[in-house]
């Protein structure tokens, strides 16, 4: 599932070939992933308006136009973004493009067709509306404001880190990682974290996130460009801990299968 480095990466995808210029199309080959408003009326908002800016919040990516107003993309299970040149062919599981009077696209690709676009008259009424929390690569999201988020709730942390209504931008792989860089056991109720494994959690997120999308590693793909002590490009049955070499363990926290070192990751 694409999470925060894989929408970060798309965000300046969209902005690199995007920004300040003129929608003169918006195809929708597939009006079913429009939400919340007609094809017709996405395209009204849109085409002959110029793209102002491209911003992302969680997982969600806003392409706001000048005239006021965003696109917004949800990428869902496996959705992405392309550009595409000139001539090149619409690849598979297009569902809705912004075109250039250039002739080139930027396409938005959806095989599970989960997820969709939608326009909002506001990008910050839109998260005020949908209740996502602070992203969690927000420069004003700070160590205090990340412990109050956490809550001292008897939850699982790590169901915790993928309530996006309490930080918004963490998936199921990315959790993995996060508590594998913070050496804390992904079953751990929230309220048994003190203030240090708090503030160690916090700079794991960073961490991880920044060398992510610094890297152009997405969550399922691209693993070969992550560090070698990262635990996703060995997050598979019959995995390894890079660190001391211990098998993996599975377990399974709020209906989402997920991995753990035994040893790097006490449980108690």
């Known amino acids: 599932m694409p999470e ?9 995808l969209a902005e690199k070939t995007c920004l300040g210029r003129l929608v003169s199309e918006v195809p929708v080959i597939d009006p079913g992933m429009v939400q919340g408003v007609s094809a017709a009326n996405l395209r009204r908002h849109i085409e002959g308006k110029r793209v102002a800016s491209c911003r992302r919040h969680g997982k969600v990516l806003f392409v706001e136009m000048e005239a006021d107003g965003a696109l917004v993309m949800h990428f869902g299970m496996n959705g992405s973004l392309r550009h595409l040149a000139p001539g090149e062919k619409v690849p598979a599981h297009t ?7 250039e002739g080139d696209w930027l396409a938005y690709l959806n095989p599970r067709r989960i997820g969709g676009v939608r326009f909002a008259e506001s990008t910050e009424r839109f998260i005020a509306d949908t209740n996502l929390g602070p992203d969690a690569l927000d420069p004003a999201f700070d160590r205090a404001s990340f412990a109050e ?10 169901t915790v880190l993928m309530e996006q209504s309490r930080l918004a931008g963490i998936g199921n792989i990315y959790a993995d990682e996060i508590l594998f860089q913070a050496r804390l056991h992904p079953g751990l109720a929230a309220r048994t974290l003190d203030e240090a494994a708090r503030g160690r959690l916090y700079e794991a997120m960073r961490h991880v996130f920044e060398t992510a999308v610094a890297a152009g590693a997405g969550a399922e793909t691209f693993t070969e460009k992550l560090p070698k002590d990262f635990l996703i490009p060995h997050r598979r049955p019959g995995g ?15 209906g989402r299968t997920g991995y753990c070192c035994p040893h790097c990751q006490p449980a108690g």
């Open 149 to 158: 988020a956490l809550g001292n709730g008897r939850q699982a942390i790590k």
């Open 4 to 12: 925060l480095p894989d929408v970060e990466i798309f965000r300046r």
């Open 240 to 254: 390894h801990c890079p660190h001391c070499g211990t098998a993996l363990r599975t377990l399974k926290l709020g």
């Open 95 to 101: 569902h809705f493009s912004l075109g250039f009077a």
